[in-house]
């Protein structure tokens, strides 16, 4: 007899994986710094495409001072497309840091679903979705994120902790999913 076997070819490559650093400051909380750290494959960097239709730039309108730097601390360029992607220099294999900030004034703005869909600052905590936070490279699927919190704040997310850290295991459960900090 005949016998076939079809194997995916996606299952023999590995699927890039993000380490993802948020820094929340208590005298600051309306600016959020983000680290991301991984190996490229695409030279490709994106934040959500949906949900902040009402900016020509999107979730892109809220974030400052992006840049992207290689293991040795080099600078990468990092082309803005104008709605939500930017296109790196980083090579396939190369370990890519991408800086950036998050401007979290999104309350301050008109929202057509109202503010609960959305990023709200409180005096005591910082209530966000992962679309206006996460800048991810294009092909990423698994995530590792740590919050650098002032001491007296805690973290709440749906998220699997692990140690001082949460594994996110989709882009869609990145940011699809809400977190909550303070």
């Known amino acids: 007899g005949l016998c076939l076997t079809f194997a995916s070819i996606s299952s023999f490559a590995a699927t890039p994986e993000?380490?993802?650093?948020?820094?929340?400051n208590d005298k600051k909380p309306?600016?959020?710094?983000?680290e991301v750290k991984w190996q490229a494959q695409s030279p490709h960097v994106r934040v959500a495409d949906w949900g902040a239709e009402q900016f020509t730039d999107g979730w892109a309108h809220f974030i400052k001072d992006?840049?992207?730097t290689d293991a040795q601390n080099q600078t990468l360029t990092a082309k803005f497309d104008g709605k939500n992607k930017w296109v790196t220099n980083a090579k396939a294999g190369q370990q890519v840091t991408l800086r950036?900030?998050?401007?979290?004034?999104?309350?301050?703005?008109?929202?057509?679903h109202?503010?609960?869909?959305?990023?709200?600052?409180?005096?005591?905590?910082?209530?966000?979705t992962g679309q206006a936070l996460f800048v991810v490279p294009d092909?990423?699927?698994?995530?590792?994120?740590i919050f650098d919190l002032p001491?007296?704040?805690?973290?709440?997310?749906p998220w699997q902790k692990s140690n001082l850290s949460y594994v996110v295991d989709s882009y869609d459960s990145l940011v699809y999913n809400v977190m909550m900090v303070g």
């Open 139 to 145: 092909d990423a699927e698994k995530f590792t994120v």
């Open 18 to 24: 993000a380490e993802i650093r948020l820094t929340f």
């Open 66 to 68: 992006l840049s992207v």
């Open 30 to 34: 309306r600016i959020v710094k983000v």
């Open 151 to 157: 001491k007296t704040w805690k973290s709440s997310t």
């Open 114 to 128: 109202g503010l609960d869909e959305i990023t709200y600052v409180k005096d005591d905590a910082v209530f966000s």
């Open 100 to 112: 950036y900030t998050v401007d979290m004034s999104h309350d301050q703005h008109a929202w057509p």
